[in-house]
C-alpha cells in the first residue's frame, strides 16, 4: 500500500497550544505541491497560512472551517490515488478522537476501541480488591476509561500541570498527585496522564488527535470568591461557580454583569427569550464573541497590569528639527517616504542604545533581567480583531529608509495576517503611536516580558517659552511606562533625556 501522510496544527511560537481552521484553501482530491498554501489557521496571535511540507494528494479533510484541535491534532489525510477510499476511511478510522462537529461545536469522536500503549512509568501502588473482596472498574468517560486507583481530582497549589491538563484531569476526575510530570520542573502534561492512566489499565485517547472542548465548569468551592452579593445570589440562582467568572467589579471581586455573561454563554437560548419576555427590565444589547487574538490580549494585557508595578515619566519633545530633516529627505530622495514616526523609531534605538538598562525584557521565572545588544522595538499596529506588535528588528543599525520600507510591509502584513511568528514574538521595547488619531497624550500598558513601552501623541503647535519669550514650536508629548522591578525612575529619565536629545538634534541619528 502507498504511504498515508497527515497534514496537523503545526506549532508556531512557544507559547502556542491550539488553532482553530479558519479556511481551507484547496479542496478534497486536490493535487498540491511543497510550499503551497493549503488552509488558513487562527491562533490566538494572528491567522497563518500553513504552507504544505510535501507534495501530495489531498484524499480527506478531518477539521472542517472554524473546528479548534490542539498542536499537532490532524487535521487531513494525503495519500496517492492508488491508496483506495477504504484504506483513507480505515486510517481516519484508527486515528480515533478525530474531530466531529455538531452545532459549530468541536467536540472529541469516541472511537469504539482505543489500543493501550505500554508505558513505564511510576503508579502509586492502589488494592486491586474493594473491602468485599470484587475488583475495583474503571468508569468509562466518553471514551475514557479512567483506573479507581487514579480517581479523585483535588485542586491544589502543590499540583503544577498545564491548563489544559488541569481541565481534562477535572473533567475526568483524575488524581493529579499521582502522577509525576516529565516538563521542565516536574510539570504534569496530557501526555504524562495520558501514559499513566495506560499503564494502570485504562484508556485515554491519542493525546494528538484530541479536540479542544468546552471548558469544564469548575466545581471547586467559591465561598472564598470575592463577588457582590448581587452576583453571588444570581450565580447560586443559575447554578454558576464563581470561579468560572470574571472578576471586573471594584476591588477585584466578580460583579452581576459578571455572572449574567456566564449564563449568557451557557445559555444563549434561555438568555434571548428572558430578553424578549422582560423587555422593560433590561437595557438590549448585543453578543460579541472574544475572538482568540482578543482573548489574548485581555490576558497578557491583565497579566501585566497585575504583575507588572507600572510607573510613567513624560516629557515634551520639539520636533521642528526632526520635522525638518523628513521634509528634506522625501523631497530630494523620491523613492523614500519618511513618516515622523519611522524618525521616532529610529531615535528610540539610538536611545536604547545609549541606555541599554531600559533595553530589556524581564524573566520573571527566573527572575533574571535579559539586556539586549541590539533595539529590537516593538511598534502597535491596530488590525481589525485587536493590536500586534510587529518588529523592527536590530534598528539601531537600520538607516532610515530601511526602517520605513520594513515598518510599511510589516504592517501591511499584519493587516492581512500574513506576519510569521518570529515577526511579532519578542522585541526588547515597543512604541505605540496614537498621534495619526489626534490624541495629544495617553498612557501605554508594558507588552511583557519587555521593560518599558513608550507612548507617543500627536505633533501640534504649542505655545512655549524660550528665553523668557513666549513662541509657538511643534510639539509631541511622549509618556513612558516602566516596569518597576526592573527599571527604577532615574533610569527611565535617563532613556527620556537621551531620547529627547536625539528627536531634538536628529543629525545624530544619521551618524
Not at 281 to 287: A, D, R
Request: proline share 4%; aromatic share 4%.
Amino acid at each position: 500500500m502507498s504511504e498515508i501522510k497527515t497534514l496537523e496544527i503545526p506549532k508556531w511560537g512557544l507559547s502556542m497550544e491550539e488553532g482553530t481552521i479558519a479556511q481551507w484553501l484547496i479542496q478534497e482530491g486536490t493535487q498540491f505541491s511543497k510550499g503551497q498554501e493549503i488552509c488558513e489557521i487562527e491562533t490566538t496571535k494572528i491567522v497563518n497560512v500553513l504552507e504544505a511540507p510535501f507534495d501530495g494528494l489531498l484524499r480527506k479533510i478531518i477539521a472542517k472551517d472554524g473546528d479548534t484541535l490542539v498542536v499537532g491534532g490532524v487535521i487531513a489525510i494525503c495519500a496517492d490515488a492508488q491508496v483506495s477510499d477504504a484504506e483513507v476511511a480505515a486510517f481516519a478510522q484508527s486515528l480515533g478522537g478525530t474531530p466531529a462537529v455538531t452545532e459549530n461545536k468541536v467536540v472529541a469522536a469516541v472511537p469504539e476501541k482505543v489500543a493501550l500503549a505500554q508505558v513505564e512509568t511510576k503508579v502509586q501502588a492502589a488494592p486491586k480488591q474493594n473491602s468485599v473482596g470484587h475488583r475495583s472498574k474503571a468508569v468509562p468517560q466518553g471514551g475514557y476509561s479512567i483506573p479507581a486507583a487514579l480517581q479523585g481530582f483535588q485542586q491544589s497549589d502543590d499540583i503544577f500541570a498545564t491548563p489544559h491538563a488541569l481541565k481534562l484531569a477535572e473533567k475526568h476526575n483524575v488524581n493529579l498527585s499521582q502522577i509525576t510530570g516529565s516538563g521542565r520542573e516536574g510539570r504534569i502534561s496530557v501526555q504524562d496522564i495520558q501514559a499513566v492512566v495506560q499503564a494502570a489499565g485504562g484508556s485515554w485517547p491519542d493525546v494528538r488527535h484530541q479536540a479542544s472542548t468546552k471548558a469544564a465548569k469548575s466545581k471547586a468551592d467559591d465561598s472564598y470568591v470575592l463577588a457582590t452579593p448581587v452576583a453571588r445570589r444570581l450565580a447560586k440562582q443559575w447554578g454558576i461557580n464563581l470561579h468560572d467568572c470574571r472578576a471586573s467589579g471594584s476591588r477585584g471581586r466578580v460583579c452581576k454583569e459578571d455572572v449574567e455573561a456566564v449564563y449568557q454563554r451557557e445559555n444563549p437560548v434561555q438568555a434571548q427569550h428572558a430578553e424578549h419576555a422582560h423587555p422593560t427590565e433590561s437595557v438590549k444589547f448585543t453578543t460579541v464573541a472574544m475572538n482568540g487574538m482578543r482573548k489574548a490580549i485581555a490576558s497578557r494585557l491583565q497579566a501585566a497590569k497585575r504583575n507588572a508595578p507600572h510607573f510613567r515619566l513624560t516629557i515634551d519633545l520639539n520636533v521642528e528639527s526632526v520635522q525638518a530633516l523628513r521634509q528634506q529627505i522625501n523631497s530630494t530622495v523620491p523613492q523614500v517616504k519618511l513618516s515622523i514616526n519611522d524618525m521616532l523609531i529610529k531615535a528610540a534605538a539610538a536611545a536604547l542604545i545609549k541606555v541599554p538598562q531600559v533595553n530589556v525584557q524581564f524573566d520573571e521565572e527566573n527572575q533574571q533581567i535579559l539586556q539586549f545588544e541590539q533595539a529590537d522595538i516593538s511598534v502597535a499596529v491596530a488590525i481589525e480583531n485587536g493590536l500586534i506588535t510587529p518588529i523592527i528588528k536590530a534598528a539601531n543599525r537600520k538607516s532610515l529608509a530601511q526602517i520605513s520600507n520594513d515598518m510599511r510591509d510589516l504592517a501591511t502584513r499584519a493587516k492581512t495576517g500574513k506576519l510569521a511568528p518570529d515577526e511579532f514574538q519578542g522585541g526588547s521595547f515597543s512604541i505605540s503611536n496614537l498621534g495619526m488619531l489626534g490624541i495629544q497624550q495617553f498612557d501605554a500598558i508594558i507588552n511583557p516580558p519587555q521593560g518599558a513601552i513608550l507612548a507617543l501623541g500627536a505633533a501640534e503647535k504649542r505655545a512655549v517659552v524660550e528665553n523668557d519669550e513666549i513662541v509657538v514650536r511643534q510639539m509631541v508629548t511622549a509618556t513612558l511606562s516602566c516596569d518597576h522591578r526592573v527599571i527604577d525612575g532615574a533610569l527611565g529619565a535617563q532613556f527620556l533625556s537621551a531620547f529627547k536629545q536625539f528627536v531634538e538634534n536628529p543629525a545624530l541619528i544619521l551618524v
